[in-house]
């Protein structure tokens, strides 16, 4: 019987001290609205305030599912850095790694409207932001 017991205590033991830093570890996001907008002088509209709210957070995947190129342990960034989503030439907006493609692009499930469209397809009483004038407003 001891023979048993004993490694199931020890693992459950590793496991519990696993969970617990992990829990540690988990980041918090921003409370405060984090402002997007192009880097330019030419845009069109106001900036947009984009919310970490409840809803947000409780997306499947969590931090990692907008956070995509995040490796769960270093300093989660925004989407416009080295390697990422950081053209900015609006010349270039079709393509996947520009900016724009990181909250315009309709297939990509992490971005603003690829992640509201098949929410909206799924469930016809989601609330979020669809049109362009319901993120968008005139600066
Ligand atoms: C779910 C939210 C969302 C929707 C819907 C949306 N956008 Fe955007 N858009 C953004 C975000 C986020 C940015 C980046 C921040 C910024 O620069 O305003 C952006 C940036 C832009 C910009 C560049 C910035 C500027 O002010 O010139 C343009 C142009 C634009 N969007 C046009 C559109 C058009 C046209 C539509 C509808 C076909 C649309 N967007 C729909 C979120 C959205
Ligand atoms: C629904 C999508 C989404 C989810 C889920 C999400 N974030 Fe964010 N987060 C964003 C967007 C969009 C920005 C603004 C990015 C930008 O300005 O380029 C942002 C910005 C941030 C920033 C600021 C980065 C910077 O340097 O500007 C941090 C930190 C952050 N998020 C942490 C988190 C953490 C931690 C979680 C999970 C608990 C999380 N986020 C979940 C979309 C999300
Ligand atoms: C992975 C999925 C996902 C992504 C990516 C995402 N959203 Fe949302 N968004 C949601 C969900 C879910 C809701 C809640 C809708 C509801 O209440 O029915 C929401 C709601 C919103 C709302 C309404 C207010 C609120 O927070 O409830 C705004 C504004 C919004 N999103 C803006 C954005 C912008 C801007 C981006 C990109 C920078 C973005 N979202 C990216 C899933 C997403």
């Known amino acids: ?3 048993i ?5 020890v693992l459950t033991a590793l496991f ?3 969970a617990a830093s992990a829990a540690l570890a988990a980041p918090e996001a921003p409370k405060d609205p984090v402002e997007m907008k192009y880097p330019d002088d030419g ?3 106001a ?3 984009f919310m970490h709210t409840d809803k947000h957070l409780g997306v499947a995947g969590g931090c990692a599912t907008c956070h995509h190129k995040w490796d769960g ?3 989660i960034t925004g989407c416009r850095v080295e390697g990422c989503h950081s053209d900015t030439s609006r010349e270039m907006k079709r393509e996947p790694t520009s900016y724009d493609s990181a909250f315009h692009s309709k297939d990509a499930k ?3 409207v690829g992640c509201h469209t098949a929410n909206l397809k799924d ?12 993120c968008h407003s005139k600066k």
Do not use: H, Q, T, W
Request: proline share 11%; with cysteine.
């Open 1 to 3: 019987m001891r023979r």
């Open 5 to 9: 017991i004993v490694p199931v205590f």
């Open 16 to 18: 519990c001290l696993l």
């Open 43 to 45: 845009n069109k509209y």
């Open 47 to 49: 900036p947009i305030m």
């Open 73 to 75: 342990k270093a300093e």
């Open 110 to 112: 992490m971005s603003c």
């Open 123 to 134: 469930n016809p009483d989601f609330k979020g932001p669809k049109k362009c004038n319901d």
